[in-house]
């Protein structure tokens, strides 16, 4: 099994390059885990206790869960990955049954900031966009798709968001195989990562 894990601060497109790696990749070949489905459960607290969680810190995620999961999923088990609601702030009852596959993409901001999960990774990738880029794409995302307004946002990014990417996420860039600069649409950079990955599906 090849594993790819793909960092970078909020809003800097990991999704995005994931979907678009995907995309024209053989059906069934390639499997995704995300960081955010591993947010720590959170049912003991009430809705107003959770959105004062800070969501950019590692103790926000439940890393040994992940850990567990991805060395089952390289020792050929399936496991049921848990689905995270943004709106809720919280995990919800469901799971989603992910197979192996031979090649897995883990993504997410702070993936590259424990040394027991990081050396999991064949290959690191951490996608750089600018902060205020980063802003702008995160201010009409989660309005438009996260149940959140302006105000929220804005208030998130100045007590939590900043100064929990300059400690944790930024610095992970030294541990990056590759760097994709992705201000604009880095469709090089997709091109490239696919082509590993064909490589290895070949
Ligand atoms: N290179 C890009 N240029 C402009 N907008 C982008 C780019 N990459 C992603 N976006 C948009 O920015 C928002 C955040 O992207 P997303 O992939 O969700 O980032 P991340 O997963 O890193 O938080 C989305 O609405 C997406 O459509
Ligand atoms: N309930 C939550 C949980 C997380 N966030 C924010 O999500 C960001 C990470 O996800 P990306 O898709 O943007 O990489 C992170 O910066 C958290 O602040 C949230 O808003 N609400």
């Known amino acids: 099994m090849l594993i790819i894990g793909i960092a970078g ?24 885990i995300s960081q955010d489905s591993y947010y720590k459960d959170t ?13 950019d810190h590692p103790r ?5 869960l992940l850990r ?24 919800t009852k469901e799971t989603v049954l992910t197979t192996p596959k031979r090649v897995m ?5 702070l993936i590259l900031s424990k040394p027991k999960i990081r050396d999991m990774f064949d290959i690191k990738i951490f996608v750089h966009a600018d902060s ?5 794409r995160r201010v009409r995302r989660d309005i438009a798709e996260r149940g ?14 900043k100064p929990m990417h300059q400690q944790f996420i930024e610095p992970m860039k030294e541990y990056a195989d ?7 649409y880095n469709t090089v950079a997709v091109d490239i990562v696919r082509t590993i990955i064909n490589d290895r599906l070949s």
Do not use: W
């Not at 993409?105 to 901001?109: F, N, R, T």
């Open 132 to 136: 205020d880029e980063r802003l702008i």
């Open 9 to 32: 601060g909020t809003g800097c497109g990991k999704t995005t390059v994931v979907e678009q790696i995907m995309n024209e990749l053989p059906d069934g070949e390639v499997g995704i």
């Open 60 to 64: 926000s995620i439940d890393f040994k």
């Open 105 to 109: 993409i883990v993504e997410g901001i």
């Open 178 to 184: 590759l760097i994709i600069p992705n201000n604009k």
């Open 68 to 91: 567990t999961h991805l060395t089952a999923l390289k020792n050929g088990e399936s496991i049921e990955q848990p689905v995270y609601s943004f709106v809720e702030h919280n995990r």
């Open 148 to 161: 959140r307004d302006i105000n929220e946002v804005l208030t998130r990014y100045q007590t939590t968001l």
């Open 43 to 55: 049912s003991n607290l009430s809705y107003d206790e959770r959105v004062q969680i800070n969501f």
